[in-house]
């Protein structure tokens, strides 16, 4: 079962990743590592006997300080591995969306290739080796995230996810998470499960939630308002950077032309002979030095991929907030309502709307009498007394969730500063690098034509 619940654990994730978070240890990540290595193809039968073909991931974990209070009881041996799928790695994310609303979950690495330079991937295989890959890094990402949150690095079924062999899935089903999932969160989350939402109805949704809302939080709306950009703005990225690799992919091997003719050319000369030859050689290195560029390129994408996905986390944080507040507007107008009604009972008037079933019982057998109009009045009292118990509970439940969510989203903007800022400065150096590489074939080639 997951310590989902308890104040203390909140306050822990609260600091983590925090600059003061480095004098003190605040997550499991500061006294282990984990590793997701060895991508291997499988092929197995469903329930329903249907074959299929998936991949498994070695899941390795070393303890750094095995005398460390953070460790939790079931961590006995120092190392420790095992195979998981990648649907495994969906079924903990999904545990802790549920039992964590309040956090910003890391995102897991796509299924299938989208937004990616395929010169080199094999297309939209998704067993190809560079994709998988892929994936296996993003995973890792996906552990190291999880393990490195004060809060949910201490969670009982992530530690069975780096341990438990048998039956971990079992015991993700025993802590009923599924049920735990609102109802109407469900509902919003619908939309989200599809490969392809139409973009209109999920507009027209989120239009519907916010108008159902008569005082919407500034905060989250600015906060999906941001959630929003930061996808729009990703993609943008991503996109023209597939655009751009696709060109340089040309441009380069465009060079190895260069290098055939300067190579065949070469033969039927003698004192330019060798000139030519040398120069013919350096553009065929720099034709096939734009495979392992656009590899290294791919790395950076993945990592801002990671971020274009965070968007939804985000998004699932004012999703609840506005489930919450609904839920705390619905018991206000209840509460008004049945006190109205109240009123109105102990004034003896009735309330009057219209052709109604009531009003035609009153006018053919009478108006109660003050015997039954007072056990109504009580029967009033004591929901009116209920309803404001509902109304303080939700009340506490919002704020607390207010308090809680944007405490962690404060430390998500920290951490996308740190991640961002290390990706587009990596980003910059291997163009540099690119740049160089030009310069060099140039300058090189410069000197064989000199020398002929």
Not at 61 to 81: C, G, H, Q, V, Y
Not at 110 to 133: N, R, Y
Not at 164 to 177: P, S
Not at 212 to 234: T, V
Request: with cysteine.
């Amino acid at each position: 079962m997951a310590d989902g619940g308890s104040d203390s654990a909140q306050e822990v994730g609260s600091e983590a990743s925090t600059p003061s978070s480095a004098k003190r240890v605040t997550s499991l990540l500061s006294v282990l590592e984990i590793s997701v290595t060895e991508p291997e193809r499988r092929t197995g039968v469903t329930a329903i006997n249907m074959k299929e073909t998936y991949t498994v991931y070695l899941v390795e974990t070393r303890i750094t300080d095995m005398k460390s209070e953070l460790l939790p009881e079931t961590f006995s041996d120092e190392t420790f591995s095992l195979w998981r799928r990648y649907s495994e790695f969906e079924l903990l994310r999904n545990y802790l969306c549920v039992t964590y609303p309040a956090v910003v979950i890391p995102p897991l690495p796509e299924k299938k290739i989208h937004m990616m330079w395929q010169k080199l991937s094999g297309g939209e295989d998704k067993f190809d080796p560079d994709f998988i890959e892929r994936r296996r890094a993003g995973l890792e990402s996906f552990l190291l995230r999880v393990a490195a949150h004060g809060q949910l690095s201490q969670d009982k079924i992530f530690h069975g996810f780096l341990h438990q062999d048998e039956g971990w899935k079992e015991a993700v089903l025993a802590t009923g998470y599924q049920n735990k999932m609102d109802s109407r969160l469900k509902t919003l989350n619908a939309q989200y499960r599809l490969k392809n939402p139409d973009r209109r109805f999920q507009d027209l949704k989120t239009l519907n939630a916010q108008y159902r809302l008569k005082n919407p939080d500034r905060r989250f709306q600015d906060l999906k308002n941001y959630s929003n950009e930061l996808e729009a703005n990703i993609a943008n990225l991503l996109k023209i950077r597939e655009r751009l690799a696709e060109r340089l992919y040309g441009i380069h091997k465009i060079h190895a032309n260069y290098g055939r003719v300067f190579s065949e050319w070469s033969g039927i000369e003698k004192e330019m002979g060798d000139g030519l030859q040398s120069a013919g050689h350096f553009m065929d290195v720099y034709a096939a030095s734009i495979d392992s560029m656009l590899e290294e390129e791919d790395t950076y994408a993945d990592a801002l991929k990671e971020y274009l996905y965070f968007a939804d986390a985000l998004r699932s944080i004012c999703r609840k907030q506005e489930l919450l507040q609904y839920e705390v507007e619905k018991l206000e107008d209840q509460l008004v309502y049945k006190k109205a009604q109240k009123q109105q009972m102990e004034q003896g008037v009735d309330v009057k709307s219209g052709f109604s079933l009531k009003g035609m019982t009153t006018k053919l057998f009478g108006a109660d009498t003050p015997e039954i109009r007072e056990k109504k009045i009580k029967q009033l009292e004591e929901q009116i007394q209920e309803t404001e118990e509902q109304l303080q509970a939700a009340k506490w439940e919002l704020s607390t969730y207010i308090e809680r969510s944007l405490q962690d989203v404060e430390r998500f903007k920290r951490q996308k500063v740190r991640d961002l800022r290390e990706i587009f400065i990596n980003y910059s150096i291997m163009q540099i690098k690119l740049c160089k590489k030009g310069i060099s074939l140039w300058n090189n080639t410069k000197e064989c034509f000199t020398k002929m």
